[in-house]
């Protein structure tokens, strides 16, 4: 198991359990996350999100009433010199129906894959192994890179 830097090529598509992992205190991942998080920030990585994932990092802690936390998504998952959030548009839908209608998976992680696909990037970053590998992106998995 190498480090989770050689492994990446860039740009990096983040799938939303990176933020929660990042942000809500997962001890296994925070090492390797923040060098992550360093990396691209000194410009080594281009990292690339959708616009859903805040949809989706914020249901929990809006049910729990988690103000701080939905704040601390809310200001992470913003376009920044080291990430660019990618807003859901008419070419990211009609590529997730292609994924969809090639694949048995769900819109949202499919929305996610057609977002990496439609931004050109090379690597995938997840921990979920229900998401199909894509012919053009690399996917890795987090849980690879940890003990």
């Known amino acids: 198991m190498g480090s989770l830097a050689d492994g990446l090529?860039?740009?990096?598509?983040?799938d939303t359990?990176?933020?929660?992992?990042?942000?809500?205190?997962?001890?296994?991942y925070e090492e390797v996350l923040k060098d992550l998080f360093t990396l691209a920030g000194k410009g080594k990585y281009k990292l690339i999100t959708s616009e859903l994932t805040i949809a989706e990092v914020l249901v929990k802690p809006?049910?729990?009433?988690?103000?701080?936390?939905?704040?601390a998504f809310d200001n992470a998952i913003r376009d920044s010199k080291s990430?660019?959030?990618?807003?859901?548009?008419?070419?990211?839908?009609?590529?997730a129906a292609k994924i969809r209608?090639?694949?048995?998976?769900?819109?949202?992680?499919?929305?996610?894959?057609?977002?990496?696909?439609?931004?050109q990037c090379s690597s995938f970053l997840t921990n979920d192994k229900n998401i199909p590998k894509i012919t053009s992106l690399k996917s890795i998995y987090l849980s690879d890179f940890t003990s």
């Open 62 to 71: 809006m049910m729990e009433g988690r103000d701080d936390v939905c704040n």
């Open 83 to 95: 990430l660019e959030v990618v807003p859901v548009s008419r070419d990211i839908l009609i590529e």
């Open 17 to 28: 359990n990176i933020f929660v992992y990042a942000l809500e205190g997962f001890t296994d």
């Open 101 to 119: 209608a090639s694949q048995s998976i769900r819109l949202p992680d499919a929305i996610h894959l057609a977002t990496a696909v439609q931004s």
């Open 9 to 14: 090529i860039s740009p990096v598509y983040l």
